[in-house]
């Protein structure tokens, strides 16, 4: 069956430091994945998209990975900050549609 | 407004109740999804609708859900008596929709449906 897989255990990390978050995928060949920010009581917030043909992607702090091989995304907070403390949601573009499948995020806690 | 609303932010009903929630996506974007996301849990996928094809409902848990999308832009979740379980924070997102595969996805605030 196709699953998403996110460490469902809070990532705590110093400020300053690097975090990396982990989404792993089985069954699937996504032609893209999305990476998404969701704070307590709010909607997600998209942040980065990385296609099926790039293997890296950056955005000022951010920094997504992509290993179709692996079948695997690792996404990067360089110099972590408290206000980077909220849920990471990676999904992926599921079948030839623009749907899009969730996996259930990982909630990462910068400590100051 | 420059984002996706949505309406009620907050529903209180009774077990075996229908309720009526309301999703106004961003002018202009031809794509609507709905998703269900439970305490802690991910998102979990409902239905979606792109321009005037028919809607992927492949998503939807049973027959007591169902949703429709008027002149192409407010669409409406309505769940028919309903359950405790279906108690969670249902979300709209709405995307410009394009022949390449770029959409991100622009979610609303949610619903919070607690079913007494």
């Known amino acids: 069956s196709q699953k998403i897989e996110q460490n469902s255990e809070a990532l705590n990390i110093q400020e300053g430091k690097t975090a990396t978050l982990t989404c792993n995928y089985t069954n699937y060949s996504p032609a893209y994945l999305q990476w998404y920010r969701q704070d307590p009581g709010r909607g997600p917030v998209f942040l980065l998209l990385i296609r099926e043909n790039e293997k890296e992607k950056r955005k000022e702090r951010l920094k997504v990975t992509f290993d179709t091989t692996l079948k695997q995304s690792l996404f990067h907070i360089t110099a972590s900050q408290p206000a980077d403390s909220a849920t990471y949601l990676c999904a992926l573009r599921s079948g030839a549609t623009n749907k899009l499948i969730f996996g259930t995020g990982t909630l990462l806690a910068v400590q100051p | 407004g420059a984002g996706v609303s949505q309406s009620p932010s907050n529903k209180v009903t009774e077990k075996g109740k229908d309720v009526e929630l309301r999703c106004d996506p961003i002018?202009?974007?031809?794509?609507l999804y709905w998703y269900r996301q439970s305490l802690g849990q991910g998102l979990e996928f409902l239905i979606y609708?792109?321009?005037?094809?028919?809607?992927?409902k492949s998503g939807l848990p049973s027959d007591r859900f169902s949703a429709e999308r008027t002149g192409g832009s407010v669409s409406t979740l309505t769940i028919q008596r309903t359950q405790q379980e279906d108690s969670a924070v249902y979300l709209c997102a709405s995307s410009l929709a394009s022949g390449g595969s770029y959409n991100e996805q622009f979610f609303g605030p949610g619903t919070r449906l607690t079913v007494l």
């Open positions: 002018s202009g974007h031809t794509a």
């Open positions: 609708f792109q321009g005037n094809s028919a809607p992927d």
